[in-house]
Nanobody
Framework: QVQLVESGGGLVQAGGSLRLSCAAS????????AGWFRQPPGKEREFVAR????????RYADSVKGRFTISRDNAKNTVYLQMNSLKPEDTAVYYC????????????????WGQGTQVTVSS
């Protein structure tokens, strides 16, 4: 069993920064892919970023490329999402996920989800 707990969300002005954390307990992220997804108000959940735990390769949605950075801390079994230059359209509930396949780009790729953390960006 895996538990993923996100933290770090909040209210920030446009142009500001936040760092989200997702700590895994139970089984680790090792040999899996860790991903961040988000669900804007009234919209479907969408892919944001992912990192291959073992080799550290990353991938981003076009909408966040150059502004967000995903990283990991092996010792803490924690994945981070550094969000800079935030825009009002980044407002969403952000979810951490563990993916067991070859990629982590779609909702069906994830086998475990966190409870989500709210990020609100004011204009």
């Amino acid at each position: 069993q895996v538990q993923l707990v996100e933290s770090g969300g909040g209210l920030v002005q446009a142009g500001g920064s936040l760092r989200l954390s997702c700590a895994a307990s139970g089984r680790t992220f090792r040999n899996y892919i860790a991903g961040w997804f988000r669900q804007p108000p009234g919209k479907e959940r969408e892919f944001v970023a992912r990192i291959s735990w073992n080799i550290g390769t990353t991938r981003y949605a076009d909408s966040v490329k150059g502004r967000f950075t995903i990283s990991r801390d092996n010792a803490k079994n924690t994945v981070y999402l550094q969000m800079n230059s935030l825009k009002p359209e980044d407002t969403a509930v952000y979810y951490c996920a563990r993916c067991s396949g070859y990629e982590c780009l779609t909702l069906t790729s994830a086998d475990y989800w966190g409870q989500g953390t709210q990020v609100t960006v004011s204009s």
